[in-house]
C-alpha cells in the first residue's frame, strides 16, 4: 500500500518550485517520502497513545 502518489508529487513540486528550477523528480523521492510520512505517523500514534485516546489528531503529528 502506498500513501504517496508519485503524479501528486512531481504535481506540488511544481507548485512549490515557480521558478521551475526542478525539471524532474526522481523515484527515490517517492520512497523516501514514504518512510516520513510512517514516521510521522508512527509518532503521531505514540503521542495519542501517551494521552490515553483512542483518535490521531493533527496536533498528535
Excluded: F, H, W, Y
Excluded at 503524479?7 to 526522481?26: L, N, Q
Excluded at 523521492?29 to 503521542?47: S, Y
Amino acid at each position: 500500500m502506498s500513501l504517496i502518489n508519485k503524479s501528486k508529487v512531481r504535481e506540488t513540486v511544481k507548485k512549490v518550485d515557480p521558478e521551475g528550477s526542478i525539471s524532474s523528480v526522481a523515484e527515490e523521492v517517492e520512497t523516501e517520502l514514504e518512510k516520513k510520512v510512517e514516521e510521522l505517523l508512527k509518532k503521531g500514534i505514540e503521542r495519542a497513545k501517551a494521552n490515553q485516546r483512542k483518535t490521531l489528531l493533527a496536533r498528535d503529528l
